[in-house]
């Protein structure tokens, strides 16, 4: 009876500190869930009506070749941290990265512009996860940069026919996201193909049957993501919506072809793309006509004019600044307020904005050899001199560093900009003229 007594006094001592230890866990991730960003300095006028689980989105994918070069991040008390962790407490809850299939010459030597390969992918899906954030899976299907200008083949699918095509890109993508969700990365949304503007993978629609054989390439990638991650949403995504009937053409031949997506996505470059007013109607159309869900899979703009890596800026010093909105640090924080605040008020289905690269920034060195000598090695500028055999034209000329390092919202240093702030102000504003 003693023995009893003693075995249930323990079982329920037990019981009871298994209760406060999980009490104590629940506590603390309900604290580490909080998004609690204060600036004096910075005035965020507040987004109405924007639903809790609207998409936030960091670009991220250079990150690893940027650490490898020497770059390590900072918050803004200036301590050291995982830069996804930083991105995650100051209100960013989605990860978006991109993926090319090989780029990697034959000896091994990386393309550059992050050498963005699967393995690439794995290790930034699971640091976006254990912070909290999903993963935006952005597949390029070529194996470097893919853009209205170029949508060159994978090397590995050069020679085959479309049915072949199609079958390699449903495989790829399939074993892609099986190694992405093993590796743990929380995958709520998938991109089949970038800045499609009437091309993909080596087809264009230029050419006879060019929409009949890029709808079946993206109907390919869809069905492996509807297989693979049944609850992930399938994106599409083009640029420039500022040409008149661009997305009323592209929307018909999705629509025409039977693709299987959810979300029509843009790039959204203020510089390049047009007024907000203009993309919030081009979108709600194809909303509204085809009962889609919209967003912003790009944006960005320029804090300062300067650049410091040695390799010129897209914009900066050279121009590119839009009416309203200065190279600054403020200038910068509206313009992204302002693009959420379109898609949230006056856009139909408007689910999300990503922000591109916000993290790309200089990986350092005190001459143009010195920073030359980390792009070649560790792919950190936008192209190597490496992607020479794949695209001749244009990395094969212009290769050499970051072009975006005055649009990140970390300084030269790696130390979190007070414009990064933005993303978690938004909600409820910040009037610093109180
Ligand atoms: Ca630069």
């Known amino acids: ?27 603390k991730s309900d604290s580490e869930n909080k998004i609690n960003v204060q600036s004096d300095t910075l005035y965020v006028e507040k987004v109405e009506n924007m639903p809790k689980d609207f998409i936030l989105g960091m670009d991220a994918s250079c990150v690893p070749s940027l650490e490898a070069s020497g770059v390590k991040y900072y918050d803004h008390n200036g301590e050291e941290k995982d830069v996804y962790e930083i991105l995650s407490a100051n209100g960013i809850n989605y990860i978006r990265v991109r993926i090319w299939n090989d780029p990697f010459n034959a000896s091994g030597q990386g393309y550059g512009g992050g050498n963005c390969d699967i393995e690439n992918a794995v290790k930034i899906g699971k640091r976006a996860a254990k912070y909290g954030m999903k993963l935006l899976v952005n597949f390029h299907y070529s194996d470097f940069w893919a853009d209205p200008a170029k949508q060159m083949v994978p090397k590995a699918w050069k020679n085959m026919n479309i049915e072949d095509k199609a079958e390699a890109l449903y495989a ?25 503007n009437g091309a993909m993978c080596g087809e264009f629609s230029t050419e006879l049957g060019g929409w009949e054989k890029i709808t079946r390439l993206m109907s390919a990638g869809s069905k492996a993501v509807r297989e693979v991650c049944p609850n992930a949403l399938v994106a599409v995504h083009f640029a420039n919506p500022e040409k008149v009937s661009n997305y009323v053409s592209y929307s018909t031949n999705l629509d025409y072809y039977g693709v299987d997506y959810d979300v029509f996505a843009s790039s959204y470059y203020p510089f390049w793309h047009g007024t907000l007013d203009n993309l919030a109607e081009v979108l709600s159309d194809v909303a509204e006509k085809y009962n889609k869900k919209v967003m912003v899979a790009e944006t960005s703009y320029a804090y300062t004019a300067q650049d410091t890596d040695f390799y010129g800026n897209t914009i900066g010093d050279g121009g590119g600044i839009v009416k309203n909105y200065p190279f600054t640090i403020q200038g ?54 490496y992607a020479t055999e794949y ?43 109180k």
């Not at 509206?334 to 289905?349: E, F, G, I, S, Y």
């Not at 904005?353 to 560790?378: P, R």
């Not at 094969?396 to 702030?421: I, R």
Request: hydrophobic share 40%; proline share 0%.
């Open 1 to 27: 009876m003693r023995i009893l007594t003693k075995t249930l006094t323990m079982a329920i001592a037990v019981a009871l500190v298994i209760l406060v230890l999980l009490l104590c866990a629940c506590q």
């Open 172 to 196: 790829y993508t399939r074993e892609s996201l099986n190694k992405l969700k093993k590796a743990g990365a929380d995958i709520g949304m998938v991109q089949i193909g970038n800045e499609t």
């Open 332 to 385: 910068q924080s509206n313009l992204v307020r302002d693009v959420v605040n379109t898609m949230v008020n006056k856009t139909t289905n408007g689910i999300g904005v990503f922000y591109w690269e916000g993290t790309w920034i200089s990986v350092g060195g005190e001459s143009y050899e010195d920073n030359l000598a980390l792009w070649e090695k560790y792919g950190s500028g936008w192209a190597a001199s």
């Open 391 to 433: 695209d001749s034209e244009d990395a094969g000329k212009w290769y050499g560093g970051c072009a975006v390092d005055n649009q990140a919202f970390f300084d030269a240093q790696g130390k979190a900009t007070e414009a990064l702030k933005v993303f978690g102000l938004l909600r409820e504003g910040n009037n610093i003229y």
